[in-house]
């Protein structure tokens, strides 16, 4: 499922986003809010989108068609130099607009996913679900202080890496020796051998495996054998991970 968490409140255009969206459920009656403009809804995501227009004709006291610093809601006043991107010391509607999409382009971050599913009550997150990464956390933090530090998250994203390449390896790899022939890979894995047998030696090693898998390679995307390359028929079957 796609979160689109910028559309369901504070996450919209930062804490521009609509006052009271955060708590407002996608199927709920939006005539509360006003704001949200239903007209604009996603295709089949149930998603409120940030209505500008109305965004500013709420909050434009002095009626000049354009927001200063202290028209903003408190809590958005701190994105103002964000939003203000010709710095005039105004924000129009257009610079509203501008920025929702801006940031309804950025990555969700993770405690709005966590937000989304226990609010989205068509599809909500189960006890069970809340407790696995609730558990997961907790394998995380190695000296039970309480708190995640960079060494722990790292190398937890060590070990989650090394698992998926063993978990790979141990459900291809049918001669045991540790790496994938031609006729051992599967699904895009077989379908761009070539391409990621960087050696040219007949066998994707671990290394080049953890490089397919990789979403960034010195500092550039990189797609994954799962993700469809640019002259590969599309609805290919993905490699079988388990």
């Not at 949200?36 to 989108?49: E, F, H, L, V, Y």
């Not at 226990?118 to 039970?144: C, G, V, W």
């Not at 953890?210 to 028929?233: D, R, Y």
Request: with cysteine.
């Amino acid at each position: 499922m796609r979160f689109s968490t910028f559309f369901l409140g504070l996450a919209a255009i930062g804490c521009i986003a609509l006052a009271g969206a955060r708590s407002q459920q996608p199927n709920q009656n939006n005539d509360k809010n006003p704001a949200i403009d239903k007209s604009k809804i996603a295709d089949g995501q149930n998603a409120p989108r940030f209505d500008a227009s109305r965004f500013l004709k709420d909050h434009d006291k002095n009626g000049d068609g354009k927001l200063s610093k202290d028209e903003l809601p408190a809590s958005a006043q701190k994105e103002f130099d964000q939003i203000d991107t010709n710095k005039d010391g105004f924000i129009t509607q257009d610079e509203l607009q501008q920025h929702a999409a801006k940031m309804a382009k950025l990555r969700p971050q993770l405690v709005e996913v966590v937000y989304y599913t226990i609010d989205f009550h068509e599809e909500p997150a189960t006890l069970q679900e809340l407790q696995t990464a609730y558990d997961e956390l907790r394998k995380m933090d190695k000296n039970s202080d309480g708190k995640l530090d960079d060494s722990e998250v790292k190398m937890f994203r060590e070990q989650r890496r090394k698992e998926r390449i063993d978990g790979i390896i141990s459900a291809l790899d049918r001669n045991s020796d540790g790496k994938l022939s031609k006729d051992e890979a599967r699904g895009l894995w077989a379908d761009n051998f070539s391409q990621l047998d960087k050696n040219n030696d007949g066998f994707l090693d671990r290394q080049e495996i953890e490089q397919a898998l990789s979403f960034k390679q010195n500092g550039t995307n990189q797609q994954q054998p799962n993700q469809q390359q640019p002259n590969q028929q599309p609805n290919k079957q993905q490699p079988d991970r388990r």
